[in-house]
T-cell receptor, first 115, second 112 residues
């Protein structure tokens, strides 16, 4: 069964350093999502792509976060510089298309710890 | 704005006990409603969904009914197993939107 792949699974970094996460969605899925899940809370959407275009990045802290999906397939989320409050699980999800009719499939996540 | 409120955990049960996790929502229009489950060390998996009022979603012995009059989508299972130990998230998706809004999650621990 096809799955969403993410790497690394765990990342420890010092504050003020740069960090990057990678996501490979299920083949053929046009829509890709990055979520942040703070410990003990539900995931919050950071950014959504439709193919290579950003559909929604209203909750992305753009002063330090950036995301790209250059060829409309895999995606990278970057934080520079990292802050202590960025410690969280970063989840990637993909769906065939946008909308409630299309299930979002989640990857295993990258757990980030900023020291 | 949209929001989802679910009961705080942890919920600790014995095997074969009845499980209920309450979920209420605030949203304009007619959102779709979802329950996701997150097992330790894994990503979220869709457990069940309902797209309109009075719909009942069901999967793996779990059920939830979309109640528009009470803006609720409570999750139930008649006889839980140790393998049901996980964190459960209620979520909504607006009809014309793409962004899932999640509740805070409820941790369930089933003891043998």
């Amino acid at each position: 069964e096809a799955e969403v792949a993410q790497s690394p699974r765990y990342k420890i970094t010092e504050k003020s350093q740069a960090v990057a996460f990678w996501c490979d969605p299920i083949s053929g899925h046009a829509t890709l999502y990055w979520y942040r899940q703070i410990l003990g809370q539900g995931p919050e959407l950071l950014v959504q792509f439709q193919d290579e275009s950003v559909v929604d990045d209203s909750q992305l802290p753009k002063d330090r976060f950036s995301a790209e999906r250059l060829k409309g397939v895999d995606s990278t989320l970057k934080i520079q510089p990292a802050e202590l409050g960025d410690s969280a699980m970063y989840l990637c999800a993909s769906s065939l298309e946008q909308g409630a009719s299309y299930e979002q499939y989640f990857g295993p996540g990258t757990r980030l710890t900023v020291t | 704005g949209n929001s989802v409120t679910q009961m705080e955990g942890p919920v600790t049960l014995s095997e074969e006990a009845f499980l209920t996790i309450n979920c209420t929502y605030t949203a304009t229009g007619y959102p779709s409603l979802f329950w996701y489950v997150q097992y330790p060390g894994e990503g979220l998996q869709l457990l069940l969904k309902a797209t309109k009022a009075d719909d009942k979603g069901s999967n793996k012995g779990f059920e939830a009914t979309y109640r528009k009059e009470t803006t609720s989508f409570h999750l139930e299972k008649g006889s839980v197993q140790v393998s049901d130990s996980a964190v459960y998230f209620c979520a909504l998706l607006k009809a014309a939107g793409n962004k899932l809004t999640f509740g805070g999650g409820t941790r369930v621990l089933v003891k043998p």
